[in-house]
């Protein structure tokens, strides 16, 4: 399946992996930094991220729906602490904000992208899809 993701959005994903991969850096302790499964899903996630991204599997889905997942929730903290440290309408704030929003968008894709394949798996095999069903059964594009 296909995730199609715009210019905007890919922007914000490659600038909010880039925040992540900071974080991560500065503080692996600290309360903002994304969890190290999380971190090295979004390092593989990285570069990806040049244009529409081909999904193949329930799998791979939920790979690409964690990174997508720590980059949203590190940008939505940063942008509250820009917000308080400043305020709303700081460029700082704003621009976290319209970072947040495309890829809480894109996280949005992903979920449904994940339920339809889920679904589909189901319908395939007659039951909720399991750990080898969502890596071995594969989608078109």
Known sequence: MILHCNFEELRALSAGAEVVRTEVMASSGSAIAAPAEAAALVDALLPRLTGDLSVATLAEQRQVRTAVSAICESLHL????????????????????????????????????????????????????????AATITFAD
């Open 78 to 133: 940063r942008m509250d602490e820009s917000i308080l440290a400043h305020n709303p309408a700081h460029e700082e704030a704003v621009n976290f904000y319209f970072d947040y929003a495309h890829t809480r968008t894109v996280l949005d894709r992903l979920d449904r992208m994940g339920s339809e394949m889920d679904a589909i798996i189901e319908l395939i095999t007659g039951q909720p899809a399991t750990d080898e069903a």
